[in-house]
């Protein structure tokens, strides 16, 4: 195994030790009848670590990305009976983009992901992310867009070009539409504007007008930020 790989992995192993500790003991959720998953402890990182611990790992990504064997089969037994993910990311289906390599090559049980074209939040999407902060006990959540992202940039043809699509495609786009109209005349690449602007949009509409999570986000139990991944340096931006 590569030395930054057997570093990453025990910080890794640090952070599922709050997850299997939660195996021995039973916990309910602090809203009344919301029971934990498993009955086992939520992780024990705050949303500004867990923070932290993405941005590590896309540094790591970044600089030096590589592909190393690590024990699956003691993390799949460390989990089997409960997971405390410790990062919820709502992230595009792109091929691409998979959120556990991006952020360092985490392993069973840490990231809560969700993803579809776009990195949209629809009635599944939104239940999944409730289901992570309420349940599962995630303190952050990241809406990660990227760069050259095709949903994004079909929702762009449809604000230039009165473009039109096949089957649930163009429904599926259409919550893009606002952020895209918003940033038509900014400066720069047109798709790459949207999918931030779309990116922030959904993460401020999660953070204001969701119950469950806006309830979480003003006690500081709970973080959502967006992020924009870039398909040619591997960085993740954070975006304001």
Known sequence: MCETCKGALIGRRDILKFGAAGLLAAAVGSAPGVARAAYG???ALSPDEALAALKDGN???AAG???CAIDLAAQRNAVVAHQAPWATIIGCADSRVPPELIFG???LGELFIARN???LVDTATLGTVEYGAAVLGSPLIVVLAHTSCGAVAAACKIVTDNATYPGAIGPMIEPILPAALAVQKESGDFVTN???ESARRT???LTASDPLLAERAS???LKIVAAIYDLETGVVAWLE
């Open 194 to 196: 949207a999918a931030k």
């Open 105 to 107: 090559g985490h392993g």
């Open 117 to 119: 074209a776009g990195n």
């Open 41 to 43: 402890a939520p992780t």
């Open 219 to 221: 006690a500081g139990s």
């Open 65 to 67: 990305p590589e592909i």
């Open 59 to 61: 540094a790591r990504y």
């Open 203 to 205: 993460a401020a509409r």
